[in-house]
């Protein structure tokens, strides 16, 4: 029989503790709520935050590289400055569809040169502050009736140190607004840009309450605001930069809000979320909650029986766990003193990931709160483009597969995204179930960098530094297979004409400089994204993607001669080039077809006198053919 003692020792306490978490969870159930609404709010101010972080990151890097550009280019005149921001700006695709305006201002605000509708800005604000020195960022009246201005960044240019005029850019509303992508409660919550009187200057594209609302404050009225906050009141924290949490009724409808400021001009972001959305969560807490407390109930019930049979036993086991947990924490201790590596572990149970020491001396900061369900802490250290990859890494770690392994760049401290191999393996119990999984971080930055030495090294002609013919060859298929084969592109030609005569009265040594001078300096007529390649002896093959028409292509191949007459002057010979042009897809949808139509076009070129440029025809690659066959 058990005695009385007993029971009450096992049960007396226990009771006492579960009859007051019943008391405690009655009695705070309006907290749990009141809880719930400020971790709404927290969840809009932290989108709130991002959408801040992105718009300002955005701007003050368009201000930066504008900046860069005056400085380095302050002495080639306002029209190379102009075009050169332009460029910088459009990503190289500087035409009229592009989404940004550029212009040039004299000391007296005579817009001298530029793509925008105005003569006089004399009397603006953005260009009174460039005159004293100083970059701006401020809002431009849109030429197109989109019904929001546009954003105008101003830059000083200077000339020996001495404002000379102002540099300015516009660019478009839907350039800003394309950033602001809300992702809080799976895209439900909407966000938007307004300045401190509530006029809304940035939205998202599916803005719910239309893209034409010209007002926030149009929404919201003082009889609708929750109790102790008016309009005027809420207009006065925006004026004084103050950001404020708030909620507000709409078409019966409550809307949870958070108004952020920028630090730019009087400009806010806004992130509201309505009721039945953001409710739902609370409904889902409770219910979780009640759910959770019924477990713990259970389970410690449970323990408690499990205690009072098995007391001995478990205190034994206890002890034996406890010095094997001193031993394996002494391992661990030692195996992190020895390794330079990130290790850390996932708790599968409630997803916690936790990062021993050596992160800090990694990346320089501590480590980020985050789990294996909330990774999106952990994914802002990864380089946006390889966050894809980072993406299927956490996938497969929450689907309890055995291992895996990825490699993605990730910033540290100075925000400079270097390699790291990150690899994880599963820790199974005796069920076969994931509980827990281990992994770690390598830097592999130096082995990365080597590999893309050695890649470069193979693609590269050895004297000009171009593409050889194997990368040009390789480069040119995937392109057509892939991200070209919906547009119209320029495939060239080239040979020198009397390039002999050059290694027979220069010698080869002064002929190969001729060479690398020609790669130099054609290599400058091309775009970024654009394909140059030296195949052999004085041949050479270039890839001009994305054209309007036939014309562009001409005149680039005319500015290829006029290249070839400058370098053939510096070395005091005659030596002039001949090119052959094939259009994609007209004369060709292939590497061998273009090939093939470019070569039959140079041979007509050469055949007919050299020193010019010409287009494929079918008739060129029917004379080639023929002239092959006699050969043969």
């Given at each position: ?295 713990v109930f259970a389970v410690g ?201 050059v290694n027979d009265t220069l ?101 007919s006198g050299k020193d010019d ?20």
């Amino acid at each position: 029989m058990f005695k009385l003692k007993d029971l009450i020792r096992y049960f007396g306490i226990p009771l006492i503790v579960v009859a007051i978490l019943i008391t405690t969870f009655i009695g705070f159930r309006t907290q749990i709520a009141s809880e719930i609404q400020q971790g709404t709010y927290q969840i809009l101010r932290e989108s709130a935050l991002q959408q801040k972080i992105d718009v300002v990151k955005y701007l003050n890097m368009v201000v930066q590289r504008a900046e860069i550009i005056t400085e380095y280019n302050k002495n080639t005149g306002k029209i190379t400055l102009t075009e050169t921001l332009r460029t910088e700006l459009s990503g190289g695709d500087a035409n009229e569809d592009s989404n940004v305006r550029v212009g040039y201002a004299d000391l007296q605000g005579r817009v001298l040169y530029g793509d925008v509708d105005v003569i006089d800005v004399s009397q603006k604000d953005w260009f009174r502050s460039g005159l004293k020195g100083k970059s701006d960022i401020s809002l431009y009246p849109s030429e197109v009736n989109s019904g929001r201005d546009d954003v105008l960044i101003s830059i000083p240019a200077f000339l020996d140190d001495t404002v000379s005029g102002v540099l300015f850019a516009v660019l478009t509303n839907n350039t800003i607004s394309y950033l602001i992508e809300t992702t809080a409660y799976e895209g439900k919550a909407i966000s938007g840009v307004c300045d401190s009187e509530g006029n809304v200057i940035f939205t998202e594209r599916d803005f719910e309450f239309g893209y034409r609302l010209e007002n926030v404050f149009s929404l919201i009225q003082d009889d609708s605001l929750e109790s102790g906050l008016t309009q005027a009141g809420l207009k006065q924290v925006m004026r004084n930069s103050e950001e404020r949490d708030f909620y507000f009724y709409y078409n019966g409808e409550r809307y949870y809000t958070v108004i952020e400021p920028i630090g730019i001009n009087d400009w806010y972001v806004f992130s509201t979320v309505d009721g039945t959305t953001a409710d739902t969560i609370q409904r889902h807490v409770s219910a979780y909650v009640s759910a959770m407390f019924l477990i713990v109930f259970a389970v410690g019930i449970a323990m408690i029986l499990e205690a009072f049979l098995h007391e001995r036993t478990t205190v034994k086991r206890l002890e034996q766990d406890k010095e094997l947990l001193r031993q394996s924490s002494e391992r661990y201790a030692l195996i992190n003193r020895l390794s330079n590596e990130v290790l850390f572990t996932v708790n599968m149970e409630n997803g916690n990931i936790d990062f021993n020491d050596n992160f800090e001396t990694m990346f320089g900061f501590s480590p980020p709160e985050c789990s294996i369900d909330n990774p999106e802490e952990c994914a802002q250290l990864v380089v946006e483009s390889d966050r894809p990859q980072f993406a299927q890494f956490v996938e497969r770690m929450q689907s309890g597969a055995a291992e895996a392994h990825e490699d993605l760049r990730m910033f540290n401290a100075c925000g400079v995204g270097r390699w790291k191999h990150l690899e994880i393996y599963a820790v199974f119990d005796n069920e076969g179930h994931t509980k827990e999984a281990v992994g770690k971080i390598s830097d592999i930055h130096r082995q990365k960098q080597s590999l893309q030495r050695l890649k470069k090294q193979a693609d590269s002609d050895s004297l000009t530094g171009l593409l050889n013919r194997s990368a040009m060859e390789r480069n040119t298929r995937e392109f057509l297979a892939g991200d070209g084969k919906e547009a119209q592109h320029a495939f060239f030609m080239l040979d020198f004409d009397n390039f002999k005569q050059v290694n027979d009265t220069l010698g080869h040594a002064e002929g190969d400089q001729m060479l690398v001078a020609f790669a130099y300096a054609v290599k400058r007529l091309f775009r970024t994204g654009d394909l140059v390649a030296r195949i052999g002896g004085d041949e050479y093959m270039m890839l001009m993607k994305t054209i309007d028409s036939d014309e562009s292509a001409l005149e680039k191949a005319e500015q290829i001669r006029k290249v070839m007459g400058k370098v053939s002057a510096e070395f005091k010979v005659n030596v002039t080039v001949s090119i052959g042009i094939a259009m994609f897809d007209r004369d060709g949808k292939t590497f061998e077809a273009l090939y093939k139509a470019a070569d039959a076009a140079l041979y007509n070129v050469k055949k007919s006198g050299k020193d010019d440029c010409a287009f494929c025809s079918a008739a060129d690659i029917i004379t080639k053919q023929d002239e092959n066959e006699t050969e043969d």
